[in-house]
């Protein structure tokens, strides 16, 4: 397969277990953990949790990724759409609330044709680092049902520092744009659980709250009323070390500053707590 999925647009081969592209990854989908998730927001993970699937690899290259093991350095194991359509059976039979598909871009493939095989009966979360092709979205429309993406940088050059992602602004902003919309306005369940819309996440970085700011300043004027999640959890990983202001976490005055000024905006949200930054909160990869 010659594979322009994302926005790096390699146009590179891809085999069925390994590719040259930006992510080096085969059509084949590899994942490192599927279990029921219990970290999200509390309209995705409620109280029986989110159904989630984490995929191996990523379209992006964050440095200071809290799952670089997987989705940098790309560990997992592989699985057929078929395997993948059994599995989303056995977590809906668990009783959890949705099935969570984390980093699931290089394997959009896949993930359409195990919908063929069996499509869940509860709500489609597709949780990304908002570095997506509109076109790719666009094919997925009608399968998902929330969208969970991040937005990472209000800066290009942070974004290409960072994470690899060249022009990350530009794309995340018209990908968020084609999220919303797929989904419209937010719908919830008399439970309070969240069954049709879009999230946006934006993770605090040390030393970057100017960053941050630019995200809510975006956010508030592109995406009016779309839900903004703020988070706190930053712990240095991956190779945060070799980045000095990325190799600490963020201190309370840094995340009330960027708290308080989203709290000055209309946005409305969800405001993770700052204790959050632990690695307790780190999934294991046990495949
Ligand atoms: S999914 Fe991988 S191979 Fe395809 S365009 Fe993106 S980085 Fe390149």
């Known amino acids: 397969m010659i594979c322009n999925l994302c926005p790096h647009s390699c146009s590179a081969d891809r085999g069925e277990r390994s590719g040259s592209g930006f992510c080096r990854l085969g059509t084949l989908p590899k994942v490192a953990r599927i279990a029921p998730h219990m970290w999200e927001e509390p309209c995705i993970s409620g109280t029986r949790g989110s159904g989630a699937v984490f995929f191996s690899g990523c379209t992006m290259r964050c440095v200071f990724c809290q799952n670089y093991e997987i989705s940098a350095e790309n560990n997992g194991v ?7 359509a059994d599995e989303f059976k056995r977590l809906e039979d668990t009783g959890v609330h949705n099935i969570s598909l984390i980093s699931p871009t290089p394997y959009v493939d896949a993930i359409v044709e195990a ?4 499509r869940p009966n509860i709500p489609i979360v597709y949780n990304c680092g908002g570095y997506e092709s509109v076109e ?3 094919r997925l429309e009608g399968y998902i049902d929330i969208y969970l993406p991040d937005f990472k940088y209000s800066d290009d050059a942070l974004a290409l520092e960072y994470s690899g992602a060249p022009g990350y602004v530009e794309t995340a902003t018209a990908a968020i744009a084609e999220m919303l919309r797929q989904t419209g306005e937010a719908a919830f369940d008399g439970d309070g659980m969240m069954t049709r819309g879009t999230i946006v996440r934006h993770l605090v970085l040390p030393n970057h709250t100017r960053n941050s700011l630019g995200v809510i300043d975006i956010t508030e004027r592109e995406f009016p009323g779309v839900y903004l999640s703020l988070m706190g959890q930053y712990i240095p990983h991956g190779k945060a070390a070799e980045y000095p202001k990325l190799n600490r976490k963020i201190t309370s005055r840094e995340y009330r500053k960027v708290r308080d000024y989203l709290f000055s905006t209309e946005l409305d949200g969800f405001v993770q707590e700052l204790s959050s930054a632990d690695e307790k909160y780190v999934p294991e990869w046990d495949y």
């Open 78 to 84: 592989f699985i057929t759409p078929a395997r993948l």
């Open 115 to 118: 919908f063929g095989i069996y």
């Open 136 to 138: 790719t979205l666009q």
